[in-house]
């Protein structure tokens, strides 16, 4: 007779995902597609490596916050060699005209930035960066909120004594966002959440803490030469838009949960890479 080993518990506590954690670019992808979600964090499909696009982002953030960390000097040449090394690292060759034009914008972010955040943010002073949130979502046993806040600086209030905190997230585009961009729900949830979660770890007041995006620009309009390659873009989080953020992630952890994976047509084309495969007709 056959006899079968059984398992000796199993953990209702994980997510089909086969983590304990969510972060906020999976809810992201749940957001816009859940069977896209599905495809990619719960079937483990993954169809590309990257981009040339995730390249240059990675390669510009790692310069700012070894700038913000180190306090050392911005060297554009050093991104340039870091964000072609990356491009090694992908599937797909990119073009030698297109990598170069993408190479051009960089000293220009980079040698920008001391004094955006001077002018910007008055006698400022770094607390931290690529700081590691991993906290535990309430409502959801067992699991917690991952992510990584870009920056956080400390200045003077414009009004009454005492300082209050800015979160930072950086975010690489062509020549800006529209302003339906700047109001996006979809965009301005990562900050909502950040902020939540990094009050409840430094347990400091939600009054004291402000946040907002940071455009990192690598094209100019075609009528204008010149431009600001550095945009800060401030995004209001008020009581009622944390409760809006965290039942978002309640909700979306739930349906994760439950199976819930349901085609999004409108979220197919041109960036999602399941589109048009055997994986998605």
């Known amino acids: 007779m056959t006899k079968y080993q059984l398992p000796l518990f199993e953990d209702k506590l994980i997510l089909p995902t086969n983590k304990y954690h969510i972060?906020?670019?999976?809810?992201?992808?749940?957001m816009a597609c859940s069977y896209r979600h599905k495809l990619k964090y719960i079937d483990k499909i993954v169809l590309e490596d990257g981009s040339i696009h995730t390249a240059f982002g990675g390669a510009v953030h790692d310069s700012i916050e070894?700038?913000?960390?180190?306090?050392?000097?911005?060297?554009?040449?050093?991104?340039?060699?870091?964000?072609?090394n990356r491009l090694k690292d992908l599937s797909k060759p990119v073009e030698p005209d297109i990598v170069n034009e993408f190479c051009e914008q960089i000293p220009d972010i980079l040698l920008q930035l001391p004094n955006f955040l001077n002018e910007t943010f008055p006698e400022y002073k770094v607390i931290g960066a690529e700081l590691l949130l991993f906290e535990n979502v309430k409502g959801q046993l067992g699991i917690n909120f991952k992510g990584y806040i870009d920056a956080i600086l400390k200045i003077k209030k414009k009004r009454g004594k005492g300082f209050e905190y800015i979160l930072l997230d950086w975010k690489s585009c062509g020549w800006g966002w529209k302003p339906e961009q700047k109001q996006s729900y979809e965009k301005q949830l990562q900050l909502m959440l950040y902020k939540y979660f990094f009050c409840e770890l430094m347990n400091i007041p939600h009054t004291d803490v402000k946040c907002g995006f940071v455009l990192l620009k690598r094209t100019a309009p075609k009528k204008r030469k010149h431009l600001d390659r550095l945009e800060f873009v401030p995004v209001s989080v008020g009581p009622k838009s944390i409760e809006k953020a965290l039942d978002t992630l309640n909700d979306t952890i739930n349906k994760i949960r439950k199976g819930y994976a349901t085609k999004n047509r409108m979220s197919c084309e041109p960036f999602c890479t399941y589109y048009g495969t055997n994986f998605c007709k």
């Open 66 to 84: 070894n700038f913000l960390i180190n306090k050392c000097d911005l060297n554009p040449e050093n991104t340039i060699k870091d964000f072609k």
């Open 23 to 30: 972060s906020f670019s999976e809810i992201s992808d749940h």
